[in-house]
């Protein structure tokens, strides 16, 4: 498969390593001084830029028939354009805010969680992510995912806040330390006890993994698709 990488970072580079190993070609690697190449030369494009050009990565792609994985967090103000987008020109696009099998299991083990506690009204609910210092959005999309399966399945809350607390709020840390590829927690405290899940990525193979999983999955199909889909969970 030929695949163009929009966006040439830490995880461009450790996507690069995984696919190459996994038999395919990288035709592309697209960094910010890079404007004129010809996206038709992929088979499948995977975006991991930041968050004021992931857009116009994803729509240049479905403008020319490129399917596209998008894993850059912080602009999904603008995720329903690209929905739109997508439609109306018959592209396949995945949106995931944690390609990581690992964290996959987290989200569906975290609205399983969510449910079962719903009806204790005794336990507050907080959440931290730990990134590194690189890092340009807070919170994390993997946090933003999170408080988004509580709020489906727990009826105490619908919405989420950075660092505040509130009637129905999720409050959400955003801590940065060198080096941290990601670590979220969620915690629910009552006045006798404290329940966590916890993931912890080790490094950026999980992730990487799961974007090239999803681009070898995601050719010859049609649609807005998730990672569910992709790994057949939830
Ligand atoms: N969904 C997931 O599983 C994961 C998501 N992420 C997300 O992926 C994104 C990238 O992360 P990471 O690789 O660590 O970040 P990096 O900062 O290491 O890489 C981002 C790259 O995008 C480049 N870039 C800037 N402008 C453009 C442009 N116009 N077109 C293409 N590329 C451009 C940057 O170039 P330059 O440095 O020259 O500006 C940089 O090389 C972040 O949003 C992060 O949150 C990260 C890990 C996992
Ligand atoms: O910026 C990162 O590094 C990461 N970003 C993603 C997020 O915002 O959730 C995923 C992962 O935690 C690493």
Redesign the pocket.
């Known amino acids: 498969m030929n695949i163009a990488l929009?966006?040439?970072?830490?995880?461009?580079?450790?996507i690069e390593q995984i696919a190459i190993k996994r038999g395919h070609n990288i035709v592309l690697a697209?960094?910010?001084?890079?404007k004129d190449y010809d996206i038709t030369k992929a088979d499948v494009a995977i975006?991991?830029?930041?968050?004021?050009?992931?857009f116009?990565?994803i729509s240049n792609c479905l403008n020319n028939n490129v399917p596209v994985i998008?894993?850059?967090?912080?602009?999904l103000d603008k995720y329903n354009d690209a929905v739109n987008l997508c439609k109306e020109k018959s592209g396949a696009f995945i949106y995931?805010?944690?390609?990581?099998l690992g964290?996959n299991i987290f989200f569906e083990l975290n609205k399983t969680l969510a449910k079962m506690m719903s009806a204790l009204k005794q336990y507050n609910v907080t959440m931290e992510e730990i990134?590194?210092t690189?890092?340009?959005?807070a919170p994390?999309?993997?946090a933003i995912s999170l408080a988004d399966g509580i709020i489906s399945e727990h009826d105490g809350f619908d919405n989420w806040k950075l660092d505040e607390s509130g009637v129905n709020t999720i409050p959400i840390t955003a801590k940065r330390i060198e080096n941290v590829?990601?670590t979220h927690t969620v915690n629910y405290e009552s006045e006798v006890d404290t329940i966590s899940i916890e993931h912890v990525a080790h490094n950026?193979q999980g992730?990487?993994l799961?974007?090239v999983i999803a681009a070898e999955w995601i050719v010859n199909k049609t649609g807005i698709f998730t990672m569910n889909d992709v790994l057949n969970i939830g």
């Open positions: 929009l966006g040439y970072g830490k995880m461009g580079k450790t697209v960094d910010k001084d890079d975006d991991f830029s930041i968050p004021d050009v992931a116009n990565n998008s894993g850059t967090t912080g602009w995931a805010s944690n390609y990581s964290v990134h590194h690189q890092k340009l959005d994390s999309g993997t590829p990601g950026r992730f990487a799961g974007a």
